[in-house]
């Protein structure tokens, strides 16, 4: 008899992604609550399997408030195999990244929601998806992670416990804000300060086993943990077209420092292009991007 343990499935209306994808945050359910992969056992063999791969973990304590920095959570001098042991009597939060390379079930799983979310929506069937990865979140009982957005379009998947997601869509930033990461070429998280943010933006989610959401690449949020131990598994990527976009942003940041005021992205689409192309040389010729200025400059 076929092993179905990896066989993951979420429902969702074909039209609700397509209105909502990369633009608003939107709910649905899934079966990854039932999947024995998810079973704590079975993630304390996959957790032993991330010894010394220090640069695909993370093990941090809880933050203490929505608007911390970061860099100001300590992190716990713990492996995750450790982590978990001590998820019931510490305050931890734990990043298993790219679970897939540890554990092929985990690729077939990962291949089997994108094939769903890609069905799903007919703008993502003729883009292209870049950079898919995935990532498994265990925490304590009331922990906090601070306010940030992410460079990708998420699925998150609440496996078992509760959380609390504090949502608020991409149109909740500003173009300077988004600029300033992109312009670094960021592929990680960034972080914003949460009072400058409209609260009749945000969208409140109570998660729990079987609930999940589609969190739009560059929208910020927190995120609280109640009750029991918290485990979640997301999946994100970035489709070409947002690249662009990206790109476009990171041009736009530069023209600002020099004092010009960018048009956003979609006001000028030929520009658009013109300004993404030129970051993708940013790097490795100046001087390219100097004439792709003037030109953008109309000088
Ligand atoms: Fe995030």
Known sequence: MKN???????????QALDRSFNREPIGFDHNLSTLDLFGLDSLRTLAE???GH????????????PDQKFRSVKSANLNPSQAIDRLKTESVRILLKRPQD????????????????????????TDRIMRLESSIFLTSAKTLTPFHFDPSAVFFFQIAGEKIYHLYPPSALTEPEMEQFYFRGMVDIAQV??????????????LSAGKGLHQP??????????????ISYSF?????????????????????????QPSPPG???????FKADAMDVWIPCRKTLSAVKSAALGK
Do not use: C
Not at 54 to 65: E, F, G, K, P, R
């Open 4 to 14: 179905n343990s990896y066989m993951g499935r979420l429902e969702l209306a074909p």
């Open 49 to 51: 399997k991330y010894q």
């Open 54 to 65: 220090d640069s695909d973990y993370m093990v941090a304590s809880s933050a203490s408030a």
């Open 102 to 125: 540890y554990d092929s079930r985990f690729q077939e799983l990962l291949d089997g929601l994108t094939e769903q979310v890609v069905s799903l929506s007919g703008g993502l069937k």
């Open 193 to 206: 300060e949460l009072n400058r943010r409209d609260p009749k933006l945000e969208h409140v989610f109570k």
């Open 217 to 230: 690449q560059n929208a910020p949020h927190w995120v609280e943990t109640n009750g029991d131990i918290s």
């Open 236 to 260: 994100f990527f970035e489709t070409l077209a947002a690249r662009k976009i990206s790109r476009t942003r990171g041009f736009n940041h530069y023209l600002r420092k020099i004092g010009a």
């Open 267 to 273: 006001a000028h689409p030929r520009l658009d292009a």
